[in-house]
């Protein structure tokens, strides 16, 4: 079974400040799908980025970019100039393609991610 | 325009009570989920539905009942309400295909069921 693994619970950056949340999984599949949400106190999730395990491009969404280590199984998301409306759960999210309607997101526990002004 | 929409937002009951949760979604997708959020926050996969059948069931209590009267609505009916229902249930859907862009799941805006 795929399991997704966020470590740190809590994380803290100065506004306009980097900062980057870490991310492993398990896997034994080559192909699959990695996904980063956002959850602000909201509670909405929302789609922040993805990547494709085959593509040996990191995926970059104008702030966001990931670190994608394959090998590693390693999948972190740097926040760039980091601004108050960041501040939210983020959970790192692995789905299996290729299952048609049986495929299902598998979470992390996610990380609280603070921005101090 | 709302992608994915849920009612109610809210829901507080007593134990014991039957409630549903409806789900609509506006993207033309053919799979649709519900996912169940505990108080750790932890997400979990409770059923997938493709064009109205059911495709997932992750070992759910069969309490819980879903219903998709068509491919765009997936409606959560729960019985008999236990203390450790409560939780922020999410609907979500996704094209359903192989791609990135198709596997993508957009959620709902979450529901919050207290029950007490």
């Known amino acids: 079974a795929q399991t997704v693994t966020q470590s740190q619970p809590e994380m803290s950056v100065q506004e306009a400040e980097t900062v980057t949340l870490s991310c492993t999984y398990d896997?034994?599949?080559?192909?699959?799908?990695l996904f980063w949400y956002k959850q602000p106190p909201s509670r909405q999730m929302i789609l922040v980025i993805r990547?494709?395990?085959?593509?040996?491009q990191n995926a970059t969404e104008n702030r966001f970019s990931v670190n994608f280590q394959k090998a590693a199984k390693s999948f972190s998301l740097k926040i760039s100039d980091s601004q108050l409306g960041d501040a939210a759960m983020y959970f790192c999210?692995?789905?299996?393609?290729?299952?048609?309607?049986?495929?299902?997101?598998?979470f992390g526990k996610g990380i609280t991610l603070s921005v101090r002004p | 325009d709302t992608a994915v929409s849920q009612t109610p937002k809210y829901l507080v009951t007593q134990m014991g009570n039957d409630k549903s949760i409806k789900c609509e979604q506006n993207?033309?997708?053919?799979?649709m989920y519900w996912y169940k959020q505990d108080s750790k926050k932890f997400l979990k996969i409770m059923f997938s539905?493709?064009?109205?059948?059911?495709?997932i069931n992750e070992t759910v209590p069969n309490r819980f009942s879903p219903k998709s009267p068509d491919k765009a609505h997936l409606n959560l009916h729960i019985n008999s309400l236990e203390l450790g229902d409560s939780a922020v249930y999410f609907c979500?859907?996704?094209?359903?295909?192989?791609?990135?862009?198709?596997?993508?799941?957009?959620f709902g805006p979450g529901t919050r069921l207290l029950v007490l």
């Open positions: 979500a859907s996704s094209q359903g295909g192989t791609s990135v862009i198709q596997e993508t799941q957009y």
């Open positions: 896997t034994s599949e080559s192909d699959y799908y």
């Open positions: 990547q494709e395990a085959y593509k040996q």
């Open positions: 999210a692995y789905v299996r393609p290729f299952t048609g309607a049986n495929s299902k997101l598998t």
């Open positions: 993207l033309g997708h053919d799979t």
């Open positions: 539905y493709n064009n109205k059948e059911l495709i």
